[in-house]
């Protein structure tokens, strides 16, 4: 039997380039269910679920719903709110009050473990619910899933970056840092490593939270590499840890500040570059040392986007009304490589997604701990999608000197 009532669907966490396409995909694919009486969306999500804060995405056009969904960051606006027991209970009150039968959360694994602790609210309270959990991270750490949306527009970002960056560095060499995302996983940095076109590119160096990070085996590395070429081009996540777990720029500030979630703030400080490129400074005695630190720009950087992730970002969101309204059914959506290229969608348990972290596969990174391997760029390539550019090098011969 059908359930009739509301749909609410909210964003939550980091925004990405292709999460409105998730959002729009929900809508869309909703308003064709005739026990729908409405959609709402939830503004900052879970937090406006709380605050009553919603729009009538009933009453949005079907034209501008679709030129939403190419715009990224989160057309919703977002919160990263963590809810525990209490707030779930409360997020459930005002979801029920409002004749909610069914819920999408779109966001990561925190996100994930909401729907699963919402979900077991509304079958404790014998209340007809269905809630699904829409898969969304730049960072590509939910498990189950192969890959997930937003991840390979980010990565193609990455990927361009560090085509400009090693373009840079070859015209007036020396040594450059970029830190990339990703607190313990590190599927972003290594996509850099797609940059890479002739032998002597960079990035030559990539390190990722996966593996332990010795600052003295890094500085040999740079320096091996900067005897070698001339030059060195250096990725590194953010979360580059030291044999114990720590984390490297936590160890340099100390406490260090703290995000919502308690963690030690990695992002948009700064600082792990300047530590990484001072040391190579002071230490290899290299003059013409630069580092950067990629920030928010990798979220949401318009013009830059994976075709192959819009669409799956799409279908996430089509797919989990399909299972939610016509299947009468509740769970994460999780995508399945099935070819060189396809994928699938199923439906996978909540509890095997909430709350727990993907990181890199071994196979996917090289022995000395400091690049990927071939089977990482196999994975990664399909989804930046098509029409990524390569840099052309002049192959005309040089001319005969006549004084020298």
């Not at 009933?58 to 960051?73: D, G, K, M, R, S």
């Not at 990565?155 to 840092?177: E, H, M, T, W």
Request: hydrophobic share 40%.
């Amino acid at each position: 039997m059908a359930l009739v009532g509301k749909v609410v669907v909210a964003q939550g966490g980091g925004p990405t380039a292709v999460i409105n396409q998730s959002l729009v995909g929900v809508v869309l694919e909703s308003r064709k269910f005739p026990q729908v009486t409405s959609v709402y969306g939830a503004v900052h999500g879970v937090r406006g679920i709380v605050n009553e804060d919603f729009m009538d995405l009933t009453q949005e056009t079907t034209h501008n719903l679709e030129q939403v969904a190419i715009t990224p960051a989160s057309a919703l606006l977002s919160t990263r709110d963590k809810p525990d027991e209490k707030y779930c209970t409360e997020i459930f009150r005002v979801l029920k009050a409002h004749d909610a039968r069914y819920f999408f959360y779109i966001g990561g694994n925190d996100s994930a473990d909401t729907v699963r602790i919402v979900n077991e609210q509304a079958e404790q309270a014998d209340y007809d619910f269905r809630a699904i959990h829409i898969p969304k991270t730049i960072d590509n750490d939910l498990a189950v899933n192969d890959h997930t949306p937003g991840f390979g527009s980010a990565a193609r970002f990455v990927c361009q970056a560090f085509i400009g960056a090693n373009l840079d560095n070859r015209s007036l060499p020396g040594v450059y840092i970029a830190i990339v995302m990703g607190r313990h996983a590190g599927f972003l940095t290594a996509a850099s490593a797609i940059a890479r076109k002739y032998p002597n590119d960079g990035p030559h160096l990539i390190y990722l939270p996966e593996r332990p990070f010795d600052l003295d085996h890094f500085l040999a590395d740079v320096k091996r590499t900067h005897d070698q070429y001339g030059r060195c081009v250096v990725a590194a996540s953010e979360g580059i840890q030291d044999a114990h777990g720590t984390p490297i720029l936590a160890k340099a500030q100390q406490m260090g500040e703290r995000d919502a979630h308690g963690n030690v703030q990695l992002s948009g400080t700064g600082a792990l570059g300047d530590l990484l490129a001072e040391r190579v400074k002071s230490d290899l005695k290299i003059k013409r040392v630069r580092s950067d630190t990629f920030g928010y720009l990798q979220r949401s950087f318009f013009g830059c986007v994976s075709d192959v992730d819009q669409h799956e970002a799409r279908e996430v969101g089509e797919k989990s009304a399909q299972f939610a309204i016509w299947h009468n059914m509740d769970g994460s959506i999780t995508i399945h490589r099935t070819g060189d290229y396809s994928v699938d969608y199923r439906l996978t348990p909540l509890q095997e997604v909430a709350a727990k972290t993907r990181t890199m596969p071994d196979a996917f990174i090289n022995a000395e701990g400091n690049y990927v391997t071939d089977a990482f760029r196999y994975y990664v390539r399909p989804l930046m999608g098509s029409g990524l550019h390569s840099a052309h090098r002049l192959r005309a011969p040089r001319v005969a000197k006549i004084l020298h």
